[in-house]
């Protein structure tokens, strides 16, 4: 079956560890997404990927890192500088250029307490 | 910068009844523009989608979205709500040639029999 995988579904950390959550997809989409979903806030846009060995910072980048070093696999690293870690994770991917359709994962619940 | 506003935070009606959902956003430039839907539990699910022509465009489960290019505006509607509607509608805005999605604050609907 095609589509996008992002594992654990949960997550708990303790305040100050860094936390890596995996985002994999075998659509061979050339652009992948993470998000972060707050109640009453929608979905934000954390970083973005249009190719491989290449990102943006979306709009609430801090706190977080990234990398795409393979097509498939673009991880989403929370830091201890993210003030407020505690939120839903969602990944996503679609074609590179004018997005036609983007796809999503289940997402990570990420707990830190 | 490019934002997407949904006025409407929740929004309850009955069954049969008609929906109308807003968004606006607030790029001037050629846009490609979503609404996506969460049904409790599940991930997110492309509703419909414009990139050119027809202004009127016409979704899965009956929905259908019409572009107003001098209002920016992309509202969703449906004729007749089911309680399987119940979901959260998410509208979102991709720009120009890049991958940047951004998605609204999103909108809760409750649909009662």
């Known amino acids: 079956d095609g589509g996008i995988t992002q594992s654990p579904k949960y997550l708990f950390r303790k305040e100050g560890q860094n936390v890596t959550l995996s985002c994999e997809q075998n659509?061979?989409?050339?652009?992948m997404y993470w998000y972060r979903q707050d109640p009453g806030q929608g979905l934000r846009l954390i970083y973005y990927s249009q190719i491989v060995n290449d990102f943006q910072k979306g709009d609430i980048a801090e706190g977080y890192s990234v990398s795409r070093e393979k097509k498939e696999s673009f991880p989403l690293t929370v830091t201890s500088a993210q003030k407020n870690p505690t939120a839903f994770y969602l990944c996503a991917s679609s074609t590179r250029g004018p997005v036609t359709e983007a796809f999503f994962g289940q997402g990570t619940r990420l707990t830190v307490v | 910068a490019q934002s997407v506003s949904q006025h409407n935070h929740h929004v309850i009606l009955s069954e049969a009844a008609s929906l109308e959902l807003g968004c606006n956003y607030s790029?001037?430039?050629?846009?490609?523009l979503f609404w996506y839907v969460q049904y409790p539990g599940q991930h997110l699910q492309l509703l419909l989608k414009y990139f050119s022509g027809d202004p009127l465009v016409k979704g899965i489960k009956g929905f259908e979205a019409e572009f107003i290019k001098s209002k920016f505006s992309f509202n969703l509607r449906k004729p007749s709500v089911q309680w399987s509607d119940t979901a959260e509608y998410f509208c979102?805005?991709?720009?120009?040639?890049?991958?940047?999605?951004?998605f609204g604050a999103g909108t809760r609907l409750a649909v009662h029999p």
């Open positions: 790029y001037g430039g050629t846009v490609n």
């Open positions: 659509l061979n989409h050339d652009a």
């Open positions: 979102a805005v991709n720009s120009g040639g890049y991958n940047k999605l951004i």
